[in-house]
């Protein structure tokens, strides 16, 4: 096939293997696909739709970016594709996969059932733009969970269920960052975060739980290691050219004034000529307000001292909009966490129960929600096992 915009499928060993008729190669490669990606049992249109969304090409990114589509672009891009669907799509393999989970997004699995189930080059063409510009192409469009880590992005299959159902007793800290996260994927001013207060109180399931809300809507969350704090400028240009609504989440973090990730923290958040991108926030949770470890000695000498100090502090925590505090809970806070927790599991509370859960916190590491959650894992599984 002579093909100008969508020019290396040629090099595929499937699609090769097709045009030289070796059975065999095609066979090997529509297993292999079929058992790791597949979704449909038309495993010929289905690996060729599945090659076709995933292809890095200007198409694809003129539509990733939003951007316009000229006619000759898409006249020319037509022509690449009524080739393939006459050589590749009129092929009829029949493959059922073992039905294991691929662990990519519903949005793309069904954009590539319906990519696999055009009935024309044509509708095959504006399925795949539709599919770039709702998801982009390659890993970005597979997956709504990604780690950044040695510069590159990589899925995450299997996230964390949790909801925001399963996080009591912080009703004010969900509605501020459910707000703040919804105007953000309809496009409107939002706010970076900062989420900090005391260990197991909901700062992490929080932001995990909004991947389950606001998922459908283009949410995309990308856990970053401190580490690689200095790449955010990079990535964020990168992700300027995705469909999605990007979170960088760094978890649990903290840092020294001296350390060159608390720079540039800062550096990334405001301070730089790049303009920001508009399809990207952070999100940060800590154990402490300032995100700044403090020794004795930044206390010492003398009043300007301590002062340039504080400023330094304050300098980067300032830079998030929203700074919300999860406190460790009362007594009684935590026993109504424990109550919430047992009824989603249709058990009532009791007087009995409550004092295993007191027992339970004394035991294993205080009152907090995760302390709580931990109970009542401990007691449904001991429940089961009577």
């Given at each position: 096939?002579?093909?100008?915009?969508?020019?290396?499928?040629?090099?595929?060993?499937?699609?090769?293997g097709?045009?030289?008729?070796n059975?065999?190669?095609?066979?090997?490669?529509?297993?292999?696909?079929?058992?790791?990606?597949?979704?449909?049992?038309?495993?010929?249109?289905?690996?060729?739709?599945?090659?076709?969304?995933?292809?890095?090409?200007?198409?694809?990114?003129?539509?990733?970016?939003?951007?316009?589509?000229?006619?000759?672009?898409?006249?020319?891009?037509?022509?690449?594709i009524?080739?393939?669907?006459?050589?590749?799509?009129?092929?009829?393999?029949?493959?059922?996969?073992?039905?294991?989970?691929?662990?990519?997004?519903?949005?793309?699995?069904?954009?590539?059932?319906?990519?696999?189930?055009?009935?024309?080059?044509?509708?095959?063409?504006?399925?795949?733009?539709?599919?770039?510009?709702?998801?982009?192409?390659?890993?970005m469009?597979?997956?709504?969970?990604?780690?950044?880590?040695?510069?590159?992005?990589?899925?995450?299959?299997?996230?964390?269920?949790?909801?925001?159902?399963?996080?009591?007793?912080?009703?004010y800290?969900?509605?501020?960052?459910?707000?703040?996260?919804?105007?953000?994927?309809?496009?409107?001013?939002?706010?970076?975060?900062?989420?900090?207060?005391?260990?197991?109180?909901?700062?992490?399931?929080?932001?995990?739980?909004?991947?389950?809300?606001?998922?459908?809507?283009?949410?995309?969350?990308?856990?970053?290691?401190?580490?690689?704090?200095?790449?955010?400028?990079?990535?964020?240009?990168?992700?300027?050219?995705?469909?999605?609504?990007?979170?960088?989440?760094?978890?649990?973090?903290?840092?020294?004034?001296?350390?060159?990730?608390?720079?540039?923290?800062?550096?990334?958040?405001?301070?730089?000529?790049?303009?920001?991108?508009?399809?990207?926030?952070?999100?940060?949770?800590?154990?402490?307000?300032?995100?700044?470890?403090?020794?004795?000695?930044?206390?010492?000498?003398?009043?300007?001292?301590?002062?340039?100090?504080?400023?330094?502090?304050?300098?980067?925590?300032?830079?998030?909009?929203?700074?919300?505090?999860?406190?460790?809970p009362?007594?009684?806070?935590?026993?109504?966490?424990?109550?919430?927790l047992?009824?989603?599991?249709?058990?009532?509370?009791?007087?009995?129960?409550?004092?295993?859960?007191?027992?339970?916190?004394?035991?294993?590491?205080?009152?907090s929600?995760?302390?709580?959650?931990?109970?009542?894992?401990?007691?449904?599984?001991?429940?089961?096992?009577?």
């Amino acid at each position: 096939m002579d093909l100008l915009i969508f020019d290396k499928t040629d090099a595929d060993p499937c699609v090769r293997g097709v045009m030289e008729k070796n059975n065999i190669e095609v066979l090997r490669e529509v297993i292999k696909f079929s058992e790791t990606e597949g979704v449909t049992n038309n495993a010929i249109r289905e690996y060729t739709a599945s090659l076709l969304a995933n292809d890095d090409n200007i198409l694809s990114r003129l539509a990733g970016a939003g951007k316009s589509i000229g006619d000759d672009l898409y006249r020319l891009a037509l022509m690449d594709i009524e080739q393939i669907y006459k050589k590749l799509f009129s092929i009829q393999i029949k493959y059922t996969p073992s039905g294991n989970d691929t662990g990519f997004s519903d949005a793309y699995i069904q954009s590539v059932k319906a990519i696999t189930e055009a009935k024309s080059a044509k509708e095959l063409l504006d399925l795949l733009i539709l599919h770039y510009r709702k998801l982009g192409c390659g890993v970005m469009a597979k997956y709504n969970a990604f780690k950044y880590e040695d510069g590159r992005l990589t899925g995450v299959g299997a996230v964390d269920d949790i909801t925001f159902d399963d996080l009591i007793g912080i009703e004010y800290q969900k509605q501020t960052i459910i707000a703040n996260t919804r105007a953000f994927v309809e496009g409107k001013a939002a706010n970076n975060v900062l989420l900090f207060g005391d260990r197991g109180t909901g700062k992490s399931s929080s932001v995990k739980a909004l991947l389950n809300m606001f998922a459908a809507d283009g949410l995309r969350i990308v856990e970053m290691p401190k580490t690689c704090i200095r790449d955010i400028p990079v990535l964020s240009r990168s992700l300027l050219s995705s469909p999605g609504r990007y979170i960088i989440f760094l978890d649990d973090l903290t840092l020294g004034p001296e350390e060159p990730e608390f720079k540039a923290l800062k550096i990334a958040m405001e301070g730089q000529l790049q303009a920001k991108a508009e399809n990207v926030l952070i999100y940060a949770t800590s154990n402490r307000r300032h995100l700044v470890r403090e020794n004795w000695s930044d206390r010492e000498g003398g009043e300007v001292h301590v002062n340039d100090h504080m400023q330094e502090t304050l300098s980067l925590s300032e830079r998030f909009g929203i700074s919300l505090v999860f406190s460790a809970p009362t007594q009684k806070e935590y026993l109504n966490i424990v109550a919430g927790l047992l009824e989603k599991r249709g058990v009532e509370m009791s007087a009995d129960i409550e004092k295993q859960a007191v027992i339970w916190q004394m035991n294993y590491g205080g009152k907090s929600a995760r302390c709580a959650k931990q109970f009542v894992t401990a007691y449904i599984a001991g429940k089961e096992d009577v």
